[in-house]
């Protein structure tokens, strides 16, 4: 090899994707080429921020989990009124017992759920195809977005009519089942059940309780899947199997709970 050909080689050859990624400035692989750059700086520190959000996002999901389920159940029981009112009366006495448990079990989770995923919504958007998706799939994290609308739109509904701050309060513990009853047949009280205005809202907490199953159950099994919790495919079919169990369960409750108070 004569000299002149020698000196014709470039210095520095195109690096291999993979070579490219370790050779990063900022030490996390990425291969974004910007090495230190602004533009690259903002880059990480936005997926940082989501990650974080993300985190707390499913922490909040997962205590908030836990009272979603006792209250479909106790939903469950409105197919047998008396029933129904002596296990709201003992949630009821749980919650004076321990002064606080409805705002650090159910209002706190619900507000960083809130917060956490309408920040995740507005910073992926709704279109289906995204340029990363290390949640399940495109279709599965597509259907998890539009299921945190309609749960979003269906929890400003329930809120309305039976929260601690409700604009149109429904709930009287007297006469539990019979002002459940009223508040989710008749979200306008001053119209008949049988108006369109109410109809509508009741068939949309069917929809709600869907949207919840299923953002539930796929939170769960993403979750752990993108957080590399398990160490071998076969983990990870368990898991996955058992969150579609959570998944059905929850979902057959709901609408089971949604029909016993369509049949009074």
Known sequence: MTQSTVESIPSSLPLHPKEKARSCSCGSGCGCGSHGGAGHAHGHKGRGISKKFRRVHSIAGGIFGLFLAVHL?????????????????????????????????????????????????FHVGL?????????GGMRRFFLQRISALCILLFLALHLARFGLLAVLPA??????????????????????????????????????????????????????????????????????????????????????????????
């Not at 008396?82 to 706190?108: S, W, Y």
């Open 171 to 264: 709930y009287d513990s007297h006469h539990a089942f019979n002002s459940t009853l009223n508040g989710v047949r008749q979200f306008w009280s001053s119209l008949p059940a049988s108006h369109p205005l109410n109809v509508a809202v009741y068939g949309f907490y069917l929809l709600g309780a869907v949207a919840v199953s299923y953002h539930f159950s796929n939170g769960l099994m993403t979750a752990a899947s993108a957080r590399g919790y398990f160490a071998s495919s076969r983990q990870t079919r368990t898991w996955g199997r058992l969150c579609v169990t959570i998944g059905i369960a929850f979902g057959v409750v709901g609408v089971l709970a949604w029909r016993a108070f369509l049949s009074h």
């Open 127 to 135: 279109k289906y195809n995204v340029d990363k998706c290390n949640r």
């Open 73 to 121: 159940f106790i939903a469950l029981t409105a197919n047998r009124p008396a029933l129904f009112t002596r296990a709201a009366g003992g949630i009821e006495k749980i919650a004076h017992a321990i002064p606080g448990a409805e705002v650090l079990l159910a209002l706190v989770p619900l507000a960083l759920l809130a917060l956490s995923g309408g920040y995740l919504l």
